[in-house]
Every structure is written in structure tokens, then in C-alpha cells.
T-cell receptor, first 113, second 111 residues
Framework: DAGVTQSPTHLIKTRGQQVTLRCSPK?????VSWYQQALGQGPQFIFQ???????QRGNFPDRFSGHQFPNYSSELNVNALLLGDSALYLC????????????FGPGTRLTVT | DAKTTQPPSMDCAEGRAANLPCNHS???????VYWYRQIHSQGPQYIIH???NNETNEMASLIITEDRKSSTLILPHATLRDTAVYYC????????????FGTGTSLTVIP
């Protein structure tokens, strides 16, 4: 059983560009959450998708958007990249009405130059 | 979700028990205590969670005080591979809500 997978592993972009990160949840999971983790900090919640809709959102600007597909996979899009967007982006999958455990992917390391 | 407080860093000798404390004095009655760890630059890994009773699995034990205001994660025989940042999170289960991570405890296991 494959766990949560994310692509790409690493990415380098220039300020002002746009980026799309992808996530496939653990088999059987219906909910995908995205987190941003800056160096030396704990992960910060960006948003959560369930039934192809954004269910909850953290304190992030609308430059950050997402999508969930019928197969439960998800994308995170960031527009007009800033240097401060450089971080590890983590995807976590779970069952909405499960025990609360979230399973995290390995993350995508985004560097904005 | 209730805020949690953890020491920023701890050391533990290899083979000894590692006891990681967490304070969650404002936890509500139906919030669970979850523990995750993150090995350098990897995604966080679930360890254990509990509500009131002490819990044990193949990775660790979780001791929650009777008033639920604090808890301790115990790694019974720490190995070098247990070196990681450990996060304690208070969370309402069955809500699908997001986790609020703090800065965690950086545990270093010393040979």
C-alpha cells in the first residue's frame, strides 16, 4: 500500500512565477490537507480539501489555491511567488470522520530565487 | 484546539528511555493528545494518540495526567534513529480539523 506521495521532490522557481505541487493520498483516504513548513518552524496549515471542495483554510493569501480531483488527489497552486514562499510543502491525507490521524507525504522543497 | 508547550530541546543516551513532556493546560474534555515526529526534512510521522488513558504501541507509550493538563511521550529504548523533532498536538478527533503544530522538542540521542 503506497502511502502519501508528492511531486516533485524539489523545485526552483523565480520570483513572480507560478508553481503547482501535486499530492496523491494514502489509499482509502478522502481528505487532503496542505501545510507549509519554513526552516526551523513547525508546519503551518494552508487549507484542506474534501469532496473536491476547500473545507477549511488557514491564514494564507489567495495567491495560494488548490484543487481536489475525483480520485482524491490534490494540487496546490501558488501564484506570484515571493522569496518568503520558499519552504517545504507537506501534503497530509486522512479520513474526514476517522480517528484524526493524518499521514504525511515526504514534502516538496520549493526554493524561490 | 488547545495550545501545547514543549521544551525546545532534549538529549538522551542511546538505550535509555526518552521522556518528552508536553503541557496542555487549556485542553478541553474531548480533545485528544497526538504525538508526531519529524526526522530531518521528511514528513511528520504519526506516533501515538490518546484521550484519558495511558496508551502504548510498538513505537512508544503515552502517559496523560489525571487532570489531562500534561502528558509525557516515552520512547523506552532510544536509538540513534529516534533523533528527530517531536510535536505534541491537542486536537478534536472526528472533526477533520487541521493540526496546529508548535515548534516541538528537538530530541538528540547520543551514542
Amino acid at each position: 500500500d503506497a502511502g502519501v506521495t508528492q511531486s516533485p521532490t524539489h523545485l526552483i522557481k523565480t520570483r513572480g512565477q507560478q508553481v503547482t505541487l501535486r499530492c496523491s493520498p494514502k489509499s482509502g483516504h478522502d481528505t487532503v490537507s496542505w501545510y507549509q513548513q519554513a526552516l526551523g518552524q513547525g508546519p503551518q496549515f494552508i487549507f484542506q480539501y474534501y469532496e473536491e471542495e476547500e473545507r477549511q483554510r488557514g491564514n494564507f493569501p489567495d495567491r495560494f489555491s488548490g484543487h481536489q480531483f475525483p480520485n482524491y488527489s490534490s494540487e496546490l497552486n501558488v501564484n506570484a511567488l515571493l522569496l518568503g514562499d520558499s519552504a517545504l510543502y507537506l501534503c497530509a491525507s486522512s479520513l474526514l470522520m476517522g480517528s484524526g490521524e493524518q499521514y504525511f507525504g515526504p514534502g516538496t522543497r520549493l526554493t524561490v530565487t | 484546539d488547545a495550545k501545547t508547550t514543549q521544551p525546545p530541546s532534549m538529549d538522551c543516551a542511546e538505550g535509555r528511555a526518552a521522556n518528552l513532556p508536553c503541557n496542555h493546560s487549556t485542553i478541553s474534555g474531548n480533545e485528544y493528545v497526538y504525538w508526531y515526529r519529524q526526522i530531518h526534512s521528511q514528513g511528520p510521522q504519526y506516533i501515538i494518540h490518546g484521550l484519558k488513558n495511558n496508551e502504548t504501541n510498538e513505537m512508544a507509550s503515552l502517559i496523560i495526567t489525571e487532570d489531562r493538563k500534561s502528558s509525557t511521550l516515552i520512547l523506552p529504548h532510544a536509538t540513534l534513529r529516534d533523533t528527530a523533532v517531536y510535536y505534541c498536538i491537542a486536537h478534536l478527533s472526528n472533526t477533520g480539523n487541521q493540526f496546529y503544530f508548535g515548534t516541538g522538542t528537538s530530541l538528540t540521542v547520543i551514542p
